[in-house]
Protein backbone atom coordinates (compact mmCIF):
# COMPACT_ATOMS: atom_id res chain seq x y z
CA UNK A 1 0.00 0.00 0.00
CA UNK A 2 1.59 3.57 -0.78
CA UNK A 3 3.32 5.26 2.20
CA UNK A 4 0.32 8.38 1.82
CA UNK A 5 -2.47 6.13 1.38
CA UNK A 6 -1.40 4.12 4.62
CA UNK A 7 -1.22 6.97 6.83
CA UNK A 8 -5.19 8.20 5.15
CA UNK A 9 -6.63 4.65 6.30
CA UNK A 10 -4.64 4.46 9.34
CA UNK A 11 -6.39 7.70 10.81
CA UNK A 12 -10.02 6.23 10.03
CA UNK A 13 -9.03 3.48 13.10
CA UNK A 14 -9.09 2.85 16.41
CA UNK A 15 -5.49 2.15 17.75
CA UNK A 16 -4.65 0.51 20.91
CA UNK A 17 -1.32 -1.14 19.74
CA UNK A 18 1.73 1.09 18.34
CA UNK A 19 2.82 -1.06 15.77
CA UNK A 20 5.86 -0.01 13.25
CA UNK A 21 4.62 -0.69 9.51
CA UNK A 22 7.48 0.36 7.49
CA UNK A 23 7.91 2.99 5.23
CA UNK A 24 8.48 5.51 8.87
CA UNK A 25 5.08 4.50 9.52
CA UNK A 26 3.97 3.88 12.99
CA UNK A 27 0.31 3.67 14.44
CA UNK A 28 -0.90 6.06 16.96
CA UNK A 29 -1.59 3.12 19.44
CA UNK A 30 -2.74 4.44 22.98
CA UNK A 31 -0.42 1.80 24.59
CA UNK A 32 3.39 2.07 24.29
CA UNK A 33 5.01 -1.41 23.20
CA UNK A 34 5.40 -3.11 26.34
CA UNK A 35 9.15 -3.44 27.05
CA UNK A 36 9.11 -6.46 29.32
CA UNK A 37 6.64 -8.47 26.35
CA UNK A 38 9.76 -7.64 24.47
CA UNK A 39 12.16 -8.65 26.96
CA UNK A 40 10.81 -12.10 26.87
CA UNK A 41 10.35 -12.08 23.17
CA UNK A 42 14.20 -11.94 23.18
CA UNK A 43 14.07 -14.93 24.96
CA UNK A 44 12.53 -16.88 22.69
CA UNK A 45 14.02 -18.48 19.49
CA UNK A 46 10.87 -17.60 17.35
CA UNK A 47 12.59 -19.44 13.73
CA UNK A 48 10.11 -21.41 12.14
CA UNK A 49 7.74 -21.98 15.10
CA UNK A 50 3.86 -22.04 15.64
CA UNK A 51 2.68 -19.31 18.02
CA UNK A 52 -0.39 -18.76 19.27
CA UNK A 53 -1.81 -14.79 20.24
CA UNK A 54 -4.28 -14.57 22.57
CA UNK A 55 -6.22 -11.30 22.82
CA UNK A 56 -4.40 -10.19 19.81
CA UNK A 57 -6.16 -6.65 19.62
CA UNK A 58 -4.86 -4.63 16.59
CA UNK A 59 -2.07 -7.33 16.41
CA UNK A 60 0.89 -6.52 17.55
CA UNK A 61 2.42 -9.61 19.25
CA UNK A 62 1.23 -11.67 16.40
CA UNK A 63 3.26 -9.36 13.72
CA UNK A 64 6.41 -9.08 16.15
CA UNK A 65 6.06 -13.19 16.18
CA UNK A 66 6.06 -13.08 12.70
CA UNK A 67 8.72 -10.53 12.02
CA UNK A 68 10.98 -13.04 14.15
CA UNK A 69 10.56 -15.55 11.97
CA UNK A 70 7.46 -17.60 13.16
CA UNK A 71 5.86 -19.40 9.96
CA UNK A 72 2.44 -20.23 11.58
CA UNK A 73 0.83 -17.52 13.51
CA UNK A 74 -2.93 -17.62 15.01
CA UNK A 75 -4.44 -14.47 15.67
CA UNK A 76 -7.09 -15.10 18.59
CA UNK A 77 -9.82 -12.56 19.74
CA UNK A 78 -13.09 -13.24 21.37
CA UNK A 79 -14.93 -9.72 20.17
CA UNK A 80 -18.29 -10.82 20.15
CA UNK A 81 -19.37 -9.74 23.37
CA UNK A 82 -17.48 -6.58 23.05
CA UNK A 83 -18.12 -5.53 19.27
CA UNK A 84 -15.40 -5.37 16.68
CA UNK A 85 -14.05 -1.90 17.02
CA UNK A 86 -10.67 -3.10 17.08
CA UNK A 87 -10.76 -5.62 14.11
CA UNK A 88 -10.31 -2.88 11.12
CA UNK A 89 -7.25 -1.84 12.56
CA UNK A 90 -5.83 -5.29 12.83
CA UNK A 91 -6.66 -5.97 9.33
CA UNK A 92 -5.00 -2.74 8.24
CA UNK A 93 -1.81 -3.75 9.55
CA UNK A 94 -2.30 -7.33 8.46
CA UNK A 95 -2.36 -5.86 4.65
CA UNK A 96 0.26 -3.42 5.30
CA UNK A 97 2.84 -6.17 6.67
CA UNK A 98 1.89 -8.65 4.44
CA UNK A 99 1.12 -10.94 7.32
CA UNK A 100 0.39 -14.43 6.74
CA UNK A 101 -1.12 -14.87 10.50
CA UNK A 102 -4.76 -16.72 10.19
CA UNK A 103 -7.24 -14.21 12.25
CA UNK A 104 -9.85 -15.78 14.88
CA UNK A 105 -11.96 -12.63 15.93
CA UNK A 106 -15.31 -15.01 17.25
CA UNK A 107 -12.40 -17.46 19.20
CA UNK A 108 -12.49 -17.67 23.06
CA UNK A 109 -9.87 -18.75 25.14
CA UNK A 110 -11.66 -21.51 26.36
CA UNK A 111 -12.50 -23.03 22.82
CA UNK A 112 -8.94 -22.61 21.20
CA UNK A 113 -8.82 -26.62 20.78
CA UNK A 114 -11.34 -25.69 17.98
CA UNK A 115 -8.10 -24.27 15.89
CA UNK A 116 -7.09 -27.84 15.43
CA UNK A 117 -3.54 -27.27 16.67
CA UNK A 118 -2.39 -28.88 19.81
CA UNK A 119 1.30 -28.42 19.13
CA UNK A 120 2.00 -24.53 19.56
CA UNK A 121 5.76 -23.44 20.09
CA UNK A 122 4.76 -20.25 22.09
CA UNK A 123 1.51 -18.80 23.18
CA UNK A 124 0.90 -15.50 23.54
CA UNK A 125 -1.23 -14.54 26.66
CA UNK A 126 -1.03 -11.02 27.12
CA UNK A 127 -3.09 -8.36 28.89
CA UNK A 128 -5.88 -10.96 29.57
CA UNK A 129 -5.89 -13.53 32.52
CA UNK A 130 -7.63 -10.31 35.32
CA UNK A 131 -10.43 -10.41 32.01
CA UNK A 132 -11.02 -14.08 32.63
CA UNK A 133 -13.94 -15.04 35.16
CA UNK A 134 -11.95 -18.57 35.01
CA UNK A 135 -7.82 -17.90 34.27
CA UNK A 136 -7.03 -21.03 35.95
CA UNK A 137 -9.61 -23.16 32.96
CA UNK A 138 -7.79 -20.81 30.09
CA UNK A 139 -4.45 -21.67 31.61
CA UNK A 140 -5.29 -25.70 30.97
CA UNK A 141 -7.05 -24.98 27.76
CA UNK A 142 -3.89 -23.66 26.76
CA UNK A 143 -1.46 -25.71 27.98
CA UNK A 144 -3.26 -28.61 26.21
CA UNK A 145 -2.65 -26.84 22.79
CA UNK A 146 1.06 -26.83 23.48
CA UNK A 147 4.36 -28.80 23.14
CA UNK A 148 5.90 -30.04 25.61
CA UNK A 149 8.76 -27.27 26.25
CA UNK A 150 7.18 -24.86 24.76
CA UNK A 151 6.98 -21.34 25.54
CA UNK A 152 4.25 -19.31 27.38
CA UNK A 153 4.32 -15.27 27.91
CA UNK A 154 1.96 -14.36 30.25
CA UNK A 155 1.26 -10.24 31.41
CA UNK A 156 -1.01 -8.32 33.67
CA UNK A 157 -1.54 -7.38 36.77
CA UNK A 158 -0.44 -8.51 40.24
CA UNK A 159 0.08 -7.16 44.35
CA UNK A 160 3.75 -7.36 44.95
CA UNK A 161 2.46 -10.06 47.28
CA UNK A 162 4.92 -12.79 47.24
CA UNK A 163 4.43 -14.63 51.05
CA UNK A 164 0.73 -15.12 50.21
CA UNK A 165 -1.53 -16.67 47.63
CA UNK A 166 -4.57 -15.15 47.28
CA UNK A 167 -6.42 -13.56 44.42
CA UNK A 168 -8.79 -10.37 44.52
CA UNK A 169 -12.36 -10.36 42.68
CA UNK A 170 -13.59 -8.19 41.18
CA UNK A 171 -17.73 -7.85 40.56
CA UNK A 172 -19.35 -5.38 42.84
CA UNK A 173 -15.51 -3.37 43.48
CA UNK A 174 -15.05 -2.21 39.82
CA UNK A 175 -11.40 -2.81 38.69
CA UNK A 176 -9.78 0.29 37.05
CA UNK A 177 -13.35 1.51 36.83
CA UNK A 178 -13.52 -1.47 34.14
CA UNK A 179 -16.59 -3.72 33.91
CA UNK A 180 -14.14 -6.08 32.11
CA UNK A 181 -11.93 -7.26 34.87
CA UNK A 182 -12.60 -9.76 37.14
CA UNK A 183 -9.34 -10.88 39.56
CA UNK A 184 -5.77 -9.39 40.46
CA UNK A 185 -4.04 -12.27 42.07
CA UNK A 186 -0.92 -11.84 44.18
CA UNK A 187 2.45 -12.64 42.48
CA UNK A 188 2.93 -15.99 44.65
CA UNK A 189 -0.83 -16.65 43.53
CA UNK A 190 -0.02 -16.43 39.77
CA UNK A 191 3.37 -18.14 40.16
CA UNK A 192 1.24 -21.05 41.55
CA UNK A 193 -1.64 -20.95 39.01
CA UNK A 194 0.95 -21.16 35.98
CA UNK A 195 2.93 -24.02 37.88
CA UNK A 196 -0.24 -25.95 39.00
CA UNK A 197 -1.16 -25.78 34.90
CA UNK A 198 1.91 -27.83 34.05
CA UNK A 199 4.16 -24.68 33.44
CA UNK A 200 7.81 -23.82 34.94
CA UNK A 201 7.93 -20.32 35.70
CA UNK A 202 11.86 -19.14 33.52
CA UNK A 203 11.46 -15.42 33.96
CA UNK A 204 9.55 -12.71 35.42
CA UNK A 205 9.86 -8.84 34.66
CA UNK A 206 8.13 -6.25 36.57
CA UNK A 207 7.20 -2.62 35.38
CA UNK A 208 8.69 -1.30 38.54
CA UNK A 209 11.63 -3.22 39.33
CA UNK A 210 12.34 -1.82 42.09
CA UNK A 211 8.72 -2.91 43.69
CA UNK A 212 10.63 -6.48 45.56
CA UNK A 213 13.57 -4.09 46.67
CA UNK A 214 13.52 -5.14 51.09
CA UNK A 215 11.86 -1.64 52.30
CA UNK A 216 8.88 -2.75 49.55
CA UNK A 217 8.49 -6.45 51.11
CA UNK A 218 8.64 -4.64 54.69
CA UNK A 219 6.31 -2.49 53.80
CA UNK A 220 3.70 -5.44 51.93
CA UNK A 221 4.20 -7.60 55.10
CA UNK A 222 2.99 -5.38 57.63
CA UNK A 223 0.15 -4.29 55.74
CA UNK A 224 -0.49 -8.18 55.86
CA UNK A 225 0.09 -8.19 59.24
CA UNK A 226 -2.70 -5.05 59.62
CA UNK A 227 -4.73 -7.42 57.61
CA UNK A 228 -4.47 -4.57 54.90
CA UNK A 229 -4.86 -5.70 51.14
CA UNK A 230 -1.22 -5.46 49.81
CA UNK A 231 -0.96 -2.04 48.21
CA UNK A 232 -0.13 -0.87 44.79
CA UNK A 233 -1.01 -2.86 41.47
CA UNK A 234 1.92 -4.27 39.45
CA UNK A 235 2.52 -5.66 36.20
CA UNK A 236 4.23 -8.22 35.60
CA UNK A 237 5.13 -10.60 32.38
CA UNK A 238 5.72 -14.19 33.30
CA UNK A 239 7.84 -16.61 30.61
CA UNK A 240 7.48 -20.00 31.87
CA UNK A 241 7.69 -23.36 29.47
CA UNK A 242 5.25 -26.36 29.25
CA UNK A 243 6.44 -29.16 31.28
CA UNK A 244 5.39 -32.95 31.82
CA UNK A 245 5.73 -33.88 35.34
CA UNK A 246 3.57 -35.37 38.14
CA UNK A 247 2.46 -32.97 40.41
CA UNK A 248 4.18 -33.41 44.23
CA UNK A 249 1.96 -30.57 45.37
CA UNK A 250 -1.78 -32.28 44.09
CA UNK A 251 -3.25 -35.43 45.87
CA UNK A 252 -4.73 -36.66 42.39
CA UNK A 253 -4.25 -36.07 38.41
CA UNK A 254 -5.74 -32.58 37.07
CA UNK A 255 -8.56 -34.74 34.85
CA UNK A 256 -7.98 -31.49 32.35
CA UNK A 257 -4.54 -31.97 32.46
CA UNK A 258 -3.84 -36.21 32.44
CA UNK A 259 -1.42 -36.17 29.62
CA UNK A 260 1.18 -33.72 31.39
CA UNK A 261 1.12 -36.08 34.16
CA UNK A 262 3.51 -38.93 33.66
C1 LIG B 1 -6.09 -5.63 27.42
S1 LIG B 1 -6.35 -6.32 25.83
C2 LIG B 1 -4.75 -7.05 25.54
C3 LIG B 1 -4.35 -6.97 24.10
C4 LIG B 1 -3.03 -7.63 23.74
N1 LIG B 1 -3.04 -9.06 24.00
C5 LIG B 1 -1.88 -6.97 24.45
O1 LIG B 1 -1.24 -7.59 25.30
O2 LIG B 1 -1.58 -5.80 24.14
C6 LIG B 1 -7.37 -7.72 26.17
C7 LIG B 1 -7.73 -8.55 24.95
O3 LIG B 1 -8.24 -9.81 25.41
C8 LIG B 1 -9.36 -10.15 24.64
N2 LIG B 1 -10.20 -11.08 25.39
C9 LIG B 1 -10.95 -10.84 26.49
N3 LIG B 1 -11.59 -11.96 26.88
C10 LIG B 1 -11.23 -12.93 26.02
C11 LIG B 1 -11.57 -14.31 25.89
N4 LIG B 1 -12.42 -14.90 26.72
N5 LIG B 1 -11.00 -15.02 24.88
C12 LIG B 1 -10.13 -14.43 24.01
N6 LIG B 1 -9.78 -13.11 24.08
C13 LIG B 1 -10.32 -12.39 25.07
C14 LIG B 1 -10.02 -8.79 24.37
O4 LIG B 1 -10.93 -8.86 23.27
C15 LIG B 1 -8.79 -7.93 24.08
O5 LIG B 1 -8.40 -8.01 22.73
Known amino acids: MEREKLIQEIAKHNWMHTIDLGQGVVTPGRWPVNQNVIKAYDKIDFKGKKVLDLGACNGLWSFEAERRGATEVHSVDYL ?99 KSNWCVPTLRCLRDWVECSYFEVEQEYFNRPDAFSQLNRLKVALRSCLGMPPGEILRTVMLARAVVRQDPLYAGVDPDLVECSR
Not at 113 to 137: C, T
Not at 145 to 173: C, L, N, Q, T, W
Request: net charge negative; aromatic share 14%.
Open 80 to 178: THVGYWCSPAYRLAHEALGSRASYHPDLNVYDVEQLGVNDFDVVVFSGIYYHLKHPLLALSKLRRVMKEGAHVVIEGPIYPDMARSYSSFHYRDLLFGD
